[in-house]
């Protein structure tokens, strides 16, 4: 699978908080490691089992990261001809795209709040994504700076955003696709192999 990872943690690139809610207070960050079944408050992961798998198996009790925001859309045309340029693909192969992000947050508060310890994540993440065989998929990670205040602790340090991206000569393979990237970022994720030094 195609992998890169970049960092976003300039003056102006947006910070990543927890708890968060939306400006009109209609959309808000949901606690699935105190409540999985509030996963059901989440319209995308009923539309899509994989990230409804994935959000599930990233909070549950064993994960190194917890989820804070997450979204699904089918890739645009601009979008998907950059990414047939990426994977080196004709248009006949790839007509359809569905992308998703998880922005996540490592439990382990020395990975956190370390930039020298998150970049060795990544490139880990990257080493290992990269060697899946998946050609009509993509992962990006951005690292980018965040703060998370729970249980009146706040902290500051970085988490990570990871796109998964899969295309198709139509939407059910662009799904096809995407779906096992993600199942297979998830697995990584919560392999042993991720947070051995």
Request: proline fraction near 5%; glycine fraction near 4%; hydrophobic fraction near 45%.
């Amino acid at each position: 699978m195609m992998t890169e990872w970049n960092a976003a943690c300039g003056p102006d690139d947006p910070v990543l908080v927890v708890p968060w809610s939306s400006p009109d207070g209609e959309l808000a960050w949901v606690d699935l490691r105190e409540d999985p079944y509030a996963v059901n408050e989440i319209p995308e992961a009923e539309e899509h089992p994989a990230l409804l798998a994935a959000l599930r198996a990233l909070n549950g009790t064993r994960s190194v990261v917890f989820t804070a925001k997450c979204d699904v859309w089918p890739i645009d045309e601009e979008e998907l001809s950059a990414l047939r340029d990426e994977l080196l693909l004709d248009e006949e192969i790839a007509k359809e795209g569905l992308a998703s992000y998880l922005d996540l947050v490592w439990r382990d508060r020395a990975v956190f709040v370390s930039r020298h310890r998150m970049e060795q994540m990544l490139h880990r993440m990257e080493r290992m994504l990269s060697e899946l065989p998946n050609s009509l998929a993509s992962a990006e990670m951005t690292m980018r700076p965040a703060v998370v205040d729970l249980d009146g602790s706040v902290a500051e340090g970085f988490a990570l955003s990871l796109y998964i991206k899969g295309i198709g000569v139509d939407a059910i393979e662009a799904e096809q696709r995407w779906d096992e990237a993600l199942r297979a970022a998830t697995a990584i994720l919560r392999s042993k192999e991720i947070t051995s030094n």
